[in-house]
Structures are given as C-alpha cells and as structure tokens.
C-alpha cells in the first residue's frame, strides 16, 4: 500500500526502517549487540516476525478490510480525506492506542492470548527488535491492525502513515537497551523533565520493568505497564508503575526450551517441552492445600507469595499466573524466623495464615 507523505511516497516506510536502523547501529557501536547472548532461535523470531508481520500479516489486514469496506460501505470511503491531517492523526493514534493497551493486558490476563504474547517475554534481554516478537496468530487478531485498516478505507492513510512512524519509534525505543530517559532520572535538574514525558509516552524504564523478570527485585512488574505508545491508558486504568529503575533480569520465570516455530506458529504447532505452556494439552495443575506452610524468613528480604494456587514452589511464585488475572504479592519479611504462610489462598491476612482454610469443605 502505497502513501504519499510530505510529498514523498512510501515514506513512512522509510522512515520505520530508519528508527530500526538507527538503534540497530547504537547497540552495535555501543556493544550491546556485541554482549547479546540471543541464540539463533531468537532471531529467527525476532527478525522473522518483523519481516512476515510487514509484509505479509499487515498488508493482508489492510487489503481484507478494503475490500470489505468497499463491497459493503462504499458511501464512506474516503470520507476522512477532506479533514486535515492533524485532525485525523490524532483520534487516529489515540484509539489505536486503546486498543492495544486492552489487546495486551487481555494478552496477560487470558490463557489462550498469553500462549500467543509470550515469545514476547521469554526474551531474557531487551533489544530493539524484541518489538516484534511474538506468534503470527497475535498479530493476525490484534485489534490496533484491523483498525489501521478501516482509516486507510475511510481515507486517512496519511493519518496511518505517520502514525505508525511516531508509534514505531517510540515502541522501538522503549525495547531497545539504549536507556536514554536514565540520565534524566539520575539528575535533579533533567527528572521533572522525564517525570512530565513519562506521564504521556512509554519510555524505557516504563517498559523495562514490564519485561521484568518478577516482582521480586521490586522494579519489575509484568502485570503492569500494558501501554505502548501512551502511558496514559496504564495511568486511567490502574496499571501504571514508576520505579525510575531497570530489571536486572529479563524474561520467564519458568523456563522452557521452545523451538522457534512453536514460538511463533502456537497453536498450529506445539512446543515439544513438556514444561512449557505450549506444549499440547498443557495445563496448570493446582497446588493449593486446606493447610498453611512454615517456612524460614529473612528479616530484610523479599518474598513472592503466590495467589494463583498454582505455583510448583508453593507458597511463593513460579510465574504460573501468567495468563490469569492473578498476581503475586511482594512482601518484605519484617523479622528472620519461621513463619506460617497460607495455602488455601482464602487469608485475608496475606500471605500469612489467618485460619481461613478450617472454614473450607474438603
Ligand atoms: S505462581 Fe505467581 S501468583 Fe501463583
């Protein structure tokens, strides 16, 4: 699909490959490309995703809705092609952001849509083409992509055009491990200047902390800052983390060996890793008990204690919650010694055992 932007066509194009480019080249002179432990598989799914989501997942999209709007709205099309570009670029990004803020916090809430996002988080470091890590199905179904389409039928393919551009740079950027919003918060003078920007777009650290490895290190959150372009939507919705910091550890806390192709093409093909949530007729078993555990505390330490009931290292946390609408909590032990924490996970008093599971039937 051609646009011709600022008189120049395919720019927007041009301009996505350049943002890619550009933190291509800063990773790579400043070493961490060089430092990158990423196996093959990994970038087979990375590269591999951005090439087949370019040019054959997004044009499909687009197409399929053109000739859906044509067949059956023909009166509406191009009927935003008298408004102004800023006119229709805004509405534009901000529902397209919408939209993906709930199409990936359902990703992180949903079992079937989690299967599907979670090449996105097995990548144990950050980089610029994490982006676009995830299964074909994902992008096929996500929301923000059938919406490009209906504007581009309604005749606001220039909207879309330096949409994408400005969306593209900031997610880019926000995978990326060139950490550009770090001085900011490292300078008194420079953080109300970052504390304004990171209320509006996703920056780094923002993003980071979602790709966070757990909790435990208390920067991270994976059950947080769902935004992509916008930091409002986590803002408005209760999601938003600020910790100013960045995880010391990338990826699942449960690992598992999937090939690319299970990666990518879930639920056409299945991980042969029978650990892992891609695996045919996995399921999470659960482990709760009607009776507390004692366990040994560290006064000073912190603990994950699992709410889902199906962690393997009860009570704490395995990252069996992902795709639940359930999270772990984060507790500081307040004393070293034994302590009994619940099991049964009904306590009002959590993590600690208030008894709750004598009024339980077996
Ligand atoms: S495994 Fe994390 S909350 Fe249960």
Avoid at 254 to 263: E, I, K, L, V
Avoid at 298 to 326: A, V, W
Avoid at 332 to 345: D, Q, S, W
Wanted: charged share 15%.
């Amino acid at each position: 699909m051609k646009h011709t932007l600022f008189g120049i066509d395919n720019l927007d194009v041009y301009l996505v490959l350049g943002v890619l480019v550009f933190f291509g080249l800063v990773e790579t002179i400043s070493g961490q490309l060089r430092r990158s432990k990423r196996s093959p598989s990994d970038w087979i799914q990375e590269v591999g995703s951005f090439l087949v989501l370019s040019t054959v997942i997004k044009p499909l999209i687009v197409i399929s809705v053109l000739l859906i709007g044509n067949t059956f709205f023909s009166a509406s099309a191009n009927i935003l092609s008298e408004y102004t570009l800023f006119l229709v670029l805004i509405p534009y990004l901000l529902m397209d952001d919408l939209l993906q803020y709930w199409y990936h916090r359902s990703a992180h809430e949903y079992p079937f849509l989690w299967k599907l996002h979670r090449a996105h988080h097995q990548a144990e470091e950050m980089g610029f083409f994490v982006s676009y890590r995830n299964a074909g199905l994902y992008y096929l179904l996500m929301p923000n992509i059938w919406w490009i389409g209906w504007i581009t039928f309604l005749g606001g393919g220039k909207a879309v055009a330096l949409g994408l551009v400005l969306k593209q740079a900031i997610i880019i950027s926000s995978h990326s491990t060139i950490k550009w919003d770090k001085p900011f918060y490292n300078s008194k003078w420079l953080r109300p200047i970052i504390q304004v920007i990171e209320r509006i777009i996703v920056t780094p650290a923002f993003h980071h902390a979602h790709h966070g490895k757990s909790k435990i290190d208390a920067v991270s959150d994976p059950n947080s800052n769902f935004g992509n372009m916008f930091s409002i939507w986590d803002q408005l919705f209760g999601t938003a983390v600020y910790s100013h910091q960045f995880p010391s550890e990338y990826g699942l806390q449960r690992a598992s060996n999937d090939h690319w192709s299970a990666a990518y093409l879930y639920p056409l093909i299945t991980s042969k890793d029978e650990r892992s949530e891609l695996a045919k007729g996995f399921t999470h078993q659960k482990t709760v008990r009607n009776e507390p555990i004692m366990v040994e505390l560290e006064k000073g330490e912190n603990y994950l204690y699992c709410r889902c009931g199906c962690s393997q290292t009860q009570p704490f946390c395995d990252g069996s919650h992902h795709g639940t609408k359930h999270t772990p909590m984060l507790f500081e032990a307040k004393r070293t010694g034994p302590a009994k924490l619940c099991n049964c996970k009904k306590t009002k008093t959590g993590p600690f055992c208030d008894h709750s599971h004598l009024g339980i039937k077996s």
